[in-house]
């Protein structure tokens, strides 16, 4: 769908159940990608959201942005909540107190909350099979909290608490793969997004909706106040983790992965990394570095791909 003209927009549904007047900062790829993923999920739908950017913007008592029953859990669990919730409409269904019918079941935590402080209780929601969708958007710190390091923040950016300076080139360690660590618990269907590619999105939103049993969705998120760019490059910015094979779109059904929107040929990631005023200190070779890294691993996903398309 990403070929199609100027007025493919008009195919998505028209409601909004993330609405207008929520406190998000500008140029905010999170609630862009939250407004598209609930375009997908429809009115059916039950919210579990942890503390972080998108509980504090939306939900400033006495007022909400939700049209949807929407409740806000401790940092850590999301995922539990949600679980309980889906487990008691099943008992209800089952013993005829409500009619059967279809609902969405969603938690939402930010990297911190799903790579960090909340891991255990998503991979326990994952593990026992409930039929939700867990959705990490990752802006790659704790940006709520003073834009502090995470175990999701990439390998030589600089936060508050991976300074870069005189001895430290910024973070150190590599970024953390959630996406891979979800799909090891070899649930229906897990899959990465990035709102700079809404039809895409879109799509694999509806595919885990209609599976049964629990889906992994990892949202690329840019942050524009933590990332130090421009507010109007939240879009090219998302465009451009693609492109340079920063974040890599696929998604991993019944154990299959696809690439779903693959690079022919990867761009330099100076591209991506120069707008950024995060990553302004790092030098040519460790530039060289990170390329190398990226290569390496998009490599692999095409090969993990062509593999399986083989034994297929």
Known sequence: MEKFNVFASRLLPKEDYLCSGHRACQGCAEVLAMRLIHKALGRNTIVASATGCMEIISSPFPETAWNLPWMHVAFENAATVASGIESGYKA???????????INFIAYGGDGATADIGLQWVSGAMERGHNMIYVCYDNEAYMNTGIQ??????????TTTSPAGRESDGQATWKKNVTAIMAAHDIPYVATVNPSYPFDLFQKIRKAAAVDGPAYIHAYSCCPTGWRMRTDLAVQIGRLAVETAVAPLYEIENGKLRITQPIEKIRPVRDYLKIQGRFRHLKDTIIDDIETRLHQEYRALEARQAREQEEA
Request: proline residues 10%.
């Open 92 to 102: 209800l269904m089952r013993k005829g107190r409500i009619p059967q019918r279809k």
């Open 149 to 158: 390091r995470s175990s999701s923040t990439p390998f030589g950016a600089s």
